[in-house]
Structure formats: structure tokens, C-alpha cells
RNA sequence: CGGCCUGUAGCUCAGUUGGUGAGAGCACUCGUCUGAUAAGCGGGGGGUCGAAGGUUCAAAUCCUUCUAGGCCGACCA
């Protein structure tokens, strides 16, 4: 590869040499040095919008971002998200994909609306119909982007790239249009239909409410089963007789906790098969249906007197009898033009439960969704007497004008005095209240606009079989389960700040409507110049009208869509579907996107549109994979609370450790798998203390290794080159870690596209520990090895050649690394791209080079892999880990030379192959010599084991005889069956790995075993060797003495001592003694004399009884004349 | 009340299809440095795997019940 490349502007002048490395690493700073280069050379750009200097054609990676509501501010499930949305368009761009990240905003619906009604200190329906619908519109547009500036903030802080020039917001006119024709393209599919549902209606503010503001509502615990639940309330606890038709002074007993309903009663609810009973009341002689369960409830609490049992018949007996209406208001409806039987009577209903009431349930089809769907089966009609504000009409007499609660105590009255009611309390329930005024809700049947999907159901479940799910059982679960019993969607709303409904209906005939898909067909319609229309919302819309067929006025109807029905359109809406010719294909091409994140909340929301619109549409998934994050919660497990300041504020956290590492600490958990998470060390960290241990784990060790490399490149003249990337080292060591390397590759490869990103840091950290404890520090000698010198057994060509192999594989090794994370720490592996590559001439910005985000992912090579070698390692420092356990356990320290340990390893090519380091174990270890044995039968004592999943299947029952057989194994014949691989027990032969064999250290030695390899140690110390011991300790005494003096590590010393017994014998010893000057950089080694420069600085200590007085003084340049 | 998820060391969490010495990081403790990194490296202690039953030769793992928590949904007569 030729080094002739157009350089980086800016970049020093010169040759490769490495810019010397920041003193301090500080983190936040580097982090903003590099924003400022991704804005200056406009790489994001050149990434977001593929707008490559090489102008490359790439495949495309379709990836749709959710829009926020445009509100709020960001907070940590938002960061969690962004990372995910993040890494996973990084890394497939560095895969030679296209990926277009483009910001959404959510400007619709309620959480705008009630905003701007604070703000204007309005509330409710009526009060903005009074403001005008135009200027609570103008309102919203004006207010709903106001964070939109602190979000942009937030999320390039982060290091994510999304395109927020190019955004897409729902309220623009283009999405609307789009959203106007998929509900144009259902309707013309035959899927929209206008109906009634029973919705929460929130009578103070006069509108219904959805489910999400109704979970909104007041929230308490109660008291008895300790659940949170919705707030208790209060409310009258009546229990009815409606006279029968069919049978004298005969009744049923119903039960209702809202006595407004009743007037609307139009039927009666049994359950067919439980079974009911007929009673005369012993008192009053009356006739009473009701469940017998539930009569004894009664009798129990004293409302009823005794009774005499005259019946007993199934519900189903009781279905189609007729009966008195309660109040007359609706009695017209008890038959129907043709005489039968249409209202008051008792319809069968399976849902009725004997736990309250009477097991007769009232029905007000109106005012309840079970009753609504009886009332549907049963064909009863719908009364509704109420208006949006909980006010009754003039259709219920004197009840007229009165608010519903109101009513209750009225309705009760007059029902008292015609000898209506059986017992009258009151009932302490949980039930549903306004979030906003706190009032209770009140459920009533309302107009709305659906959309059909109940057919839709099993289309639904098979597209979702095609969704890669992350984790795989929200898809399975939570979700399929959800559109298995999907039902009709609900999409209109009756607000103002949204999406219009495109339907217009003729003023005299209700039937004559027609569904407006575009503006240009509305213009045609209307008569309109064709760009009149510039804006769908309501103030622009709702004035545009034409004549109708009946001779009436074409007039849109009230409602805007549901916002969901906006998001859920976004992929054809963000385009501008299929109006943008030039976006056409590329939108319809676009769907399955190939990925989406968003939190588990979305299930039932953006999750769910997307894949509704899209099954509708166009008989697709909405997208091939997902993956679901769960909630953070604030370190001690609750949730995020900004009352309770129990949780670090982000920009905080950020500022102090870097997005990097935020990056990092979320993304190395169960959260990006859809569990909760807290953020936090311990319960009380409320500072980020976590992301600080995330900085250490994770940035440390990588920017340790860049600071190794580069600061001994630059000491000794080594130069990087783009022939250095592609180095072919001779050393076992080099060529290992490149092995190592390229597993670590395939790994993260694999991880990225399973989309498993908790998987993505383990795997990091692994590689940093091969790296940074094992390759870098047993290589450390290499590097400061003197050029042209021969040098461990090498020439002096050699020498320098294995040299040059050295830094070539660490620079390879650290620009792959910094690749293969850069989708996770983009600033961190940006700064190690810019200071290897760019700063060092070695980049070609023509071929984009110039960012390691444009970069392509390092793919992993079969040639440098060289898995017996990876083997081989994990075993040398297994074993190294095995013996320095036992230097522990023995308290012999390190700096205590031994004699020689013993490896036994029974693979003959293993043991070859650990042979290779065997200065690297020696070295570690400070051991002499290096014994390699096959056999280990003097060190353990054999013991075996039966492997239970080998023979558990196999023997069934008489596993545990077997195994209790084999455990009473001695020693002689576990290394019989070692040798022969077979052995008769219990009438079964086992052979092969039906037995483990365990090693136990035989007593008396100094022996660990573990995993197939078992080291010993020689424990006996020579005179020698104590000596030497002794030596190093004085060498660390003197190190110590040293660093106290706060020397330069090259600085020369004078070296005086004074010491007793072996110490002074060890020293006495010239190789020793040569030793530790040389280690110590003493010029001079003398006794200690009498009188010492001022410059000296002194120690004493007890080293195995015997005493030591050092002191050292500082020679050369600088410093006096040391005596002599 | 229903669906899904979770309960493993002091804390945060791993533990594949059941296979028998239950792991990591942090914290604790002991040791270890001087030509990358003490914001480092290594050793060690510490858990009746939420509880109780059951299936099985074998259960942290499968089943049932209970219990605690989370998310979503339902909360009606």
C-alpha cells in the first residue's frame, strides 16, 4: 500500500510521528474537541446524508426514529434510546450500508393542548371553542418546539448522529397530507367505519380521555390489599326491584353504584349457567330473582329480612323475560315498530360475576363497555341522555339540566318513593378520576371513527413471526399477544391541535360523505384555486365547504386523528407519501424498515401503529428487527423522580465523566433487553458514581495502551505506516494477539447483527485484559530495547526487526480496536482514529478516511487467527494464575526468586504449545526454570467423578449407584482408567468422558490444579536464591526511597548502605550487587558514610530479621559532587 | 383482576437446551510497583439461588401455589 494520500488539512507538518499524547486524559474536553471536528470537516454530514468526498453508491439500511413528544426534555430512557438508535446505524454504515437517521417530532395531541390550556389559563372544550379554534392552534404551533433547541443539545452531546435538519414533524403540511391518505387508502379498503365506544369522559373538561391520560389520573394505594390502584371514592351503593311483566308481584334485583345510569336502563344481565333463585320476601310477601350467594350476602348484613325459597333455575330460564321499565323515559323503546320485543327485558351475559351485587346486572348500554357490547349483541338501542359535560337533556324529565352525580341522590329519591328500592348504602371503590381536574370520570358511548382490524388479527400475528424480536419474548409474549386480540381502533379524538379528519358530510343528509385523500382533491372539490390550501389544521380546513346533492352545505367533521394514527403513518408521511414522486420507491422499498428501538411502553403504542398501518397497507411488517429497552429507574429502584432529586441530572453526569462512558454504562446491561435498570452503584449513588467506574473499566485500559504505544514510539523514533496496518509479525506473542483480535472481531461482529448490544462491552473488556495484562506487559522489554544492540538471544537485525513487529502490532492492533468500538464510544475511538491515523499523515481524505465513522468495520481474518495459540495463552496464564495462588497461600512474595515450577498438562500439543512462553511464565512468576510434564501423578492424587450429563440420560435410574460407584474409585484405578479410557462398574462400561477426573494436591505439596493444567511449585529456598531474594527486596527499598524523593526516573543516583546478616551478605554477592545498581541506576554502591550531602535521602528497615540504613543521593547535572 | 417480566454474594447483575465444584464487576480484605497505567495488577473471604410443594437418577434452571416488585392493560353492574 503506497503512503501517498491526500492529508488532512491541518494535520502536522512532517512525517508520521505521533502527536505526543495529552498529559491528563480529560475525557469531557477530548469529547468536545471532537464535536468540533465532526462539525468542521462536516463528517456527520458526509455520514448522515451520504455525502461521501468518494461518492460511492451503498445499499440501503432503512432505520425509522419514533418521534418524541417535543414537550418535554430529554431524560435518561431518551439517552438509553438515542445510544441504541445510535450504535446500531453506526455500525451498519460501517458496513458499507447507507443509513438515513432522520429526527421526529411528535407536535400533536393532548399533552400540547393541555400545556397551552395551562398556559392560557383556560380549561376546557368550551373555553377554547369561546378563545377560538384559531388562536389555541396558533398557540400550540408556536409552543411545541420550544425544547426542540435543549434536545439537539442533548442528543449530539451524547454522540449521536441524527439528521435534525432534515427532520420530519407531524405537523407539517406534507406528513398531514400523508396521513390523509392512508386513512383515504383504508377507507377505500373499506376499513373505516363511524360507531360508538364506551370512552372516560372527563366531565369537567368536557371531552372523553384516552386510556394513557387516564392512567395519568390520581393514583393511591389501598389501604387493605396495599395495590396501587386509582384513587377511592365514595358513591351510593343501590340495590333496585324491576317489576317483572310476565309474573305478578314478582321481581329482579339489580344492584348499580352510579344511579344516573339508571334512567337509561334498558336491560337486565344474568349469566346463563349460574344459578339463580326465586324467593318471597316473609315480610312484604314480594317475589325476588337474584343469585343465592348473593341473597345470603344480604341477609348476612341485615338489609333483607327472612325468605322462603320457592325455586331454583339456571339464568338461562331467566333470558327474554320482559319486564317494567324503572323510570318511563325511554319506554317507548319496550317493542319495536313491529311488535316484538325490543328493550326491557333480560338478556344473557357471561361476563356477570356473583362476587357483588345481586348477579343481576343493569344495563345502561350508554354508560358502560360490557353494556355497550350486550346491548350490540342483543340489538338493543342506545340511550343517552348525557351531554359531553355530564348534564342531562330534557329526554329524562324533571332530571333535566342536572350534572349526573348531581342527579344521584334525586333518582334515588323518587325511585325510594315508588317502592323501587331494596336497600340503599354506600361503597368505597376505587374508580377512575380526571388527571387534570381530579374529578371522577364517567364512562359514556360516544361518536367515534374506527378503523377495522379485528379481521386483521391472524395477518397480524404471521407478519409479526417475521419481526426480530430483542428480547425474542416481548415479540412472542407481551406483543402477540396484544394482536391476537386486537380490536378496532379507535382514531378520532374530539380536540383541535391535530390532523383533521379528512371527511366531509353533507349538513342535510348524513349519509352523503366523502373522504378527501389529497389537498389537490379538496381544492377540486371546494373549487379552490389549486395552492389555496397551505395548511390541513382545523382553522384552515374546517371553513372549507361546497354545496351538497341534497341542496345542503359539505362540511368536514369535528375530530382530528388520534396522534398514534400520525406515528404510526410516519413511514410513508416522513417521505411525503406517495405525493414525492422522487421518494416514491424509495419509501415503498423502505418498508420492512430493518430496525427500530424504542422503550417496552411503545407495545402498545408505536409499536403497534406501525404495524397496523403497514399490515393494512401494504401486507408487510412494519420492520425486520426491534429491539426493546426496559425502564431506568433511579438507584434505589424507584422511579426517576425530580421531586425526590433522587437521581444525577444528565448534563451532570455527562460533563463530569463523558458521553462515552454513559454510553458505555448503558449499554453494558439487561435495560437494551427490555428489563429495568438502575442507575446507580449502590442505593444511595445519586451522583453517577456508576459511570465513573464505567470510565475505568472501559476507556482506561484502551487509552493506556494508546499512551504505552505512543509515548515509546515517539522516545525511540518508531514511525507508523499504512504497512504497519497490514504487519505479518514472526513473534508468537505478536502473532497471538492479532489472533486474538480477530476472534474478538468475530464476536462483535456477531453481537451487531443479533443486535446484541449488552454482549458488545463484555467482549471489549475481555480483549482489553488480553491486551493490556498479558500482550503489552509481557512485551514491555521490547520496546525499550537499544537499537542495533543484540538482545536476548537475537542479533542485532533481529532484535530491531522484532522491534519494528512490536510497535507495527500494537498500532494495528489499537486502529482495529478503535474501529470495532466506534459505534459504542464514537468519541473515544474518533480521538484514537485522529491520533494514530489522521495526525500521522496515514489518512486519504478523498477516500474519506479522515473520521474512523466513515470507516469500513474491520472484518476478521481467517489467515492471522491461529486458534491453538489463543489456546495455548489461556492456558500459560491459567497456569500463572494457579501459581501465583500458591505463592499466596504459601507467603512467598513475589519478589522472592524460586527455584523452578512444574506444569503438567496432559496434551502433548497443549504442552508444546505453553512451552513457546515459557520465559513470559517465568518472567511473571520469578521462577528459574520451567518443568513441562505430561504426567502429574506425583503431584495429585486421582479422584473421579461421574459426569452426569454424559451418563445421566443413558442410565437413568441407576445414575446414582453408578456414581456412588465411581467416587469410591481409588487413586491406582482412576489413572488405570486414565490410561485404558474404560472401566466396569455396576455392570456398565464407561469409557471416554463418562468419568471426570479430578486432581487433588497430594499433602505436603505445593500443588494447584484446575481445568486439565496443574502446577507445582519448588518451595525450597537455596542460599542462593534466599540471597537474591534479599537482593530485591533492598532494590524495592531503594525504588521506594526513589519515587519518596520524587526523582526522575532516569535520574542517577549514588547508592549507601549499611546492613547486618544475610543482608549484607546478599550484597556482598558482585552479581547482586551489580543487580541492584543496575536496577536502581546507581553510578556508586558503597558503605554508608559517616556524614551524607544535604541532597541524600535516607531509609532504615527490618528485612527477615536482619537490618538494612540506605541512602541515596543524586548524581550528575543538578546536584553537588556526592562524597565518595 | 388479566398479560408479560423480575426476585441469585453487602450493592449492580451473568448463569445457554435440567447434569451436580453457582460466576463477574463494585464494595471488603490481604498482597503487589517503579522505564504504560495505583484511576493499575493479583490473591482471598462472602450466597440454604424470594418461599413452599411437585416432576426427575439429577432443579438456580421445568411445573404448581404463594410472596415481593416492575411494565402494560381492565377496573364495570
Known sequence: MSDASTPVPGAPEGAHTFRSPPQQLKLPAVEHEILE????????????????????????????????????????????????????????????????????????????????????????????????????????????????????????????????????????????????????????????????????????????????????????????????????????????RF??????????????????????????????????????????GEIAYLEPGRLAHYQERERIGETEELAR??????????????????????????????????????????????????????????????????????????????????????????????????????????????????????????????????????????????????????????????????????????????????????????????????????????????????????????????????????????????????RRVKEVFDCWFESGSMPYAQNHYPFDEAQRSRVEQGLPAD???????????????????????????????????????????????????????????????????????????????????????????????CVRDTVRLTILPLWNAYNFLVTYARADGWQPSKAALDVQPKADLDRWILSRVQSFLQEMIAEYEDYALSNLVPAYLRLCDDLNNWYIRRGRRRYWRKRGAAEDGLTPEQAEADKDDAYATLFRVLVTVSRAMAPVIPFFAEFLHQRLLVDTNLCDVEADEDSVHLMPFPEPSAELRDVALEQAVDSARQAVTLAMGLRERESIGVRRPLRSLTIAIEDTDLRAAVQTFEADILGELNVKTLKLSADDSELVTLTAKANFKALGRRLGKKMKVVAKAVAGLDAAAVATYAQTGSIELEGETLSGDDLRIDRA????????????????????????????????????????????ADLDVSQRIALFYRATGDLQKALARPELRAMVMGETLAEHMADLPDILPATAHRHSDKIDGDTIELAIVPQGAGTTEAAT
Open 37 to 240: 471536528l465532526w462539525a468542521s470537516r462536516d463528517i456527520e454530514g458526509r455520514s448522515l446524508r451520504d455525502q461521501r468526498k468518494d461518492g460511492g453508491q451503498r445499499p440501503e439500511f432503512v432505520f425509522y426514529d419514533g418521534p418524541p413528544f417535543a414537550t418535554g426534555l430529554p431524560h435518561y430512557g431518551h439517552l438509553l434510546a438515542g445510544t441504541i438508535k445510535d450504535i446500531v446505524p453506526r455500525f451498519w454504515y460501517m458496513r458499507g450500508y447507507r443509513v438515513q437517521r432522520r429526527f421526529g417530532w411528535d407536535c400533536h395531541g393532548l399533552p400540547i393542548e393541555s400545556l397551552i390550556e395551562n398556559e392560557l389559563g383556560i380549561h376546557g372544550k368550551a373555553a377554547i371553542e369561546e378563545l377560538g379554534v384559531p388562536k389555541f392552534n396558533a398557540a400550540c404551533r408556536a409552543g411545541v418546539l420550544r425544547f426542540t433547541q435543549e434536545w439537539e443539545t442533548v442528543v449530539r452531546r451524547m454522540g449521536r448522529w441524527v439528521d435534525f435538519r432534515n427532520d420530519y414533524k407531524t405537523m407539517d403540511t406534507s406528513f398531514m397530507e400523508s396521513v390523509w391518505w392512508v386513512f383515504k387508502s383504508l377507507w377505500d379498503k373499506g376499513l373505516i367505519y363511524e360507531g360508538h365506544r364506551v370512552q372516560p369522559v372527563s366531565p369537567a373538561l368536557g371531552t372523553p380521555l384516552s386510556n394513557f391520560e387516564v392512567a395519568q389520573g390520581p393514583q393511591e394505594k389501598d389501604p387493605v390489599t396495599r395495590k396501587e390502584g386509582h384513587k377511592r371514592r365514595q358513591d351510593p351503593s343501590l340495590t333496585v
Open 243 to 284: 317489576k317483572l311483566e310476565d309474573e305478578q308481584n314478582a321481581y329482579l334485583w339489580a344492584w348499580t353504584t352510579t344511579p344516573w345510569t339508571l334512567p337509561s336502563n334498558l336491560a337486565l344481565a344474568v349469566h346463563p349457567e349460574v344459578t339463580y333463585v326465586k324467593v318471597r320476601v316473609k315480610a312484604t
Open 313 to 554: 333455575l339456571p339464568g338461562s330460564e331467566l333470558v327474554g323475560r320482559p319486564y317494567e321499565p324503572l323510570l318511563p323515559f325511554f319506554a317507548d323503546y319496550r317493542t319495536r315498530e313491529d311488535g316484538t320485543r325490543w328493550a326491557f327485558k333480560v338478556v344473557s351475559a357471561t361476563y356477570v360475576t356473583t362476587d357483588s351485587g345481586t348477579g343481576i346486572v343493569h344495563q345502561a348500554p350508554a354508560f358502560g363497555e360490557d353494556d355497550y357490547n350486550v346491548g350490540k349483541e342483543n340489538g338493543l338501542p342506545l340511550v343517552n341522555p348525557l351531554s359531553l359535560s355530564g348534564v342531562f337533556d330534557e329526554s329524562v324529565g324533571e332530571f333535566a339540566g342536572l350534572f349526573a352525580k348531581d342527579a344521584d341522590k334525586k333518582i334515588v329519591a323518587r325511585l325510594r318513593s315508588e317502592q323501587k328500592v331494596v336497600d340503599h348504602d354506600t361503597i368505597v371503590h376505587p374508580y377512575p378520576h380526571c388527571y387534570r381536574t381530579d374529578q371522577p370520570l364517567l364512562y359514556m358511548a360516544l361518536s367515534t371513527w374506527f378503523m377495522k382490524v379485528e379481521h386483521l388479527r391472524e395477518r397480524f400475528v404471521e407478519l409479526n413471526q417475521k419481526v426480530h424480536w430483542v428480547p425474542e419474548h416481548v415479540g412472542s409474549g407481551r406483543f402477540g399477544n396484544w394482536l391476537a386480540n386486537a380490536r378496532d381502533w379507535n382514531l378520532s379524538r374530539n380536540r383541535f391541535w391535530g390532523t383533521p379528519l379528512p371527511v366531509w358530510r353533507c349538513d342535510k343528509d348524513p349519509s352523503d360523505m366523502v373522504c378527501i385523500g389529497s389537498i389537490a382533491e379538496l381544492e377540486k372539490l371546494a373549487g379552490l384555486q389549486p395552492g389555496t390550501v397551505t395548511d390541513l389544521h382545523r382553522e384552515h380546513v374546517d371553513t372549507i365547504t361546497w354545496a351538497s346533492k341534497a341542496g345542503g352545505t359539505m
Open 595 to 689: 430496525f427500530i428501538a424504542e422503550g417496552l411502553d411503545q407495545t402498545r403504542g408505536w409499536f403497534y401503529t406501525l404495524h397496523v398501518l403497514s399490515t393494512a397497507l401494504f401486507d408487510r411488517p412494519p420492520f425486520k428487527n426491534v429491539i426493546v429497552n426496559g425502564l431506568i429507574l433511579a438507584a434505589d429502584g424507584k422511579k426517576m423522580s425530580k421531586r425526590l432529586k433522587n437521581y444525577p441530572d444528565p448534563n451532570g453526569v455527562i460533563d463530569r465523566y463523558g458521553a462515552d462512558a454513559l454510553r458505555a454504562y448503558l449499554i453494558n446491561s439487561q435495560v437494551v433487553r427490555a428489563e429495568p435498570m438502575r442507575f446507580g452503584k449502590h442505593k444511595k449513588d445519586t451522583t453517577g458514581e
Open 1001 to 1044: 494436591p497430594k499433602k505436603g505439596m505445593v500443588v494447584a490444579s484446575e481445568g486439565g493444567i496443574t502446577v507445582a511449585l519448588d518451595t525450597d529456598i537455596s542460599d542462593e536464591l534466599r540471597h537474591e531474594g534479599l537482593a530485591r527486596e533492598v532494590q524495592n527499598r531503594v525504588q521506594n526511597l526513589r519515587k519518596t
